[in-house]
């Protein structure tokens, strides 16, 4: 019995067999590195651990990496991931031949594009809803919104607001793309009361998946002069698996689960899962929800006019 609808369940269900995602990586950079740093958490080479260099096209990127999964797990379908950075800052025209590279690849399925909330405008979507139709691949937005904690937003310098994101989400969804947004559950000056709260305004709004995130410093970055400093403080895995199972229990129980912890190269990283596994968390987030029987949604009581219901009204 799964306790959370995972991700690779929601594809089955979606395209009647496993899919898998290949990352793609443009030639592109962050908005919020040309004003400054960037993210305190990011450390310059953006997210793409798993993506080829961006100076290869795009379909030999995706063809590269078909290859390997098709060997590996006969794999028929895939959708073209565009993962790394922020992929709409750049001109539309330009945005558009890349997608319509990846669209017109043997085997693509779906096509998911990462970015910003802030960088996300009608001109962008409306090319996307076009590569859609004319190619019959489906689109997900990958939105980074890491908390709801706006003072925490501005602590690690993401440069937007709460506001931006709910913009983003309320002008994405009348196309009718799935809609993921990307948290960080353990980020520093975060506690559990802003975990609950961000799994209620991601369920108050017409969100269908959601990537969750443990933190990971990369060397190099702000965050990592930080830490090595002792100027912030990061709770303890436990702590980390409370604020997951809670997550869990407050979000909506349609809400598609595409990851619970980070995984990235250890190489890459000062902090990251506590040096332990992501599997050995994983099994004891399974077991937490096991020995409590908790549901994804079991505390989904918060919306549709709450009061009048406890009060009987």
Sequence with gaps: ?????????HLKELYGEKVYKLPVNLPVTCPNRMDGDGCTFCGG?????????????????????????????????????FQNY??????????EKYLVEAAQTEDIVGISVSTRPDCITKEYLDCLKKISEEYQVKISMEYGLQTVNYKT??????????????DAVLMTAPYGFEICIHIILNLP????????????????????????????????????????????TLC?????????????CYVRKDMVIERLFSR?????????????????????????????????????????????RRWEI
């Design 1 to 9: 019995m799964e306790r959370y609808k995972a991700y690779s369940t």
């Design 45 to 81: 080479v953006g997210t793409g651990f798993e993506a080829m260099n961006s100076e290869v096209s795009v379909s030999e990127q995706l063809n590269a990496t078909k290859g390997k999964i098709t060997k590996r797990y006969k794999a028929k379908k895939f959708i073209a991931y």
């Design 86 to 95: 922020t992929n709409t800052f750049l001109p539309v025209d330009k945005f």
């Design 153 to 166: 937003l501005n602590k690690i310098n993401r440069g937007h607001t709460l506001a931006e994101y709910l």
């Design 189 to 232: 000056g975060d506690d559990m009361t802003d975990v609950i709260e961000t799994a209620k305004i991601l369920s108050a709004l017409p969100v269908q998946i959601v990537k969750l995130h443990s933190l990971y410093i990369p060397k190099g970055s702000k965050m990592y002069e930080e830490y090595k400093e002792g100027k912030i």
């Design 236 to 248: 303890d895995p436990e702590e980390y698996l409370d604020r997951l199972v809670n997550f869990i």
């Design 264 to 308: 990235v190269p250890k190489e890459d990283a000062s902090f990251s899962n506590w040096g332990i596994s992501w599997w050995k968390l994983k099994d004891r987030f399974d077991e937490i929800m096991e020995t409590n029987d908790y549901m994804q949604g079991c505390k989904f009581d918060y919306l549709n006019g709450a009061a009048l």
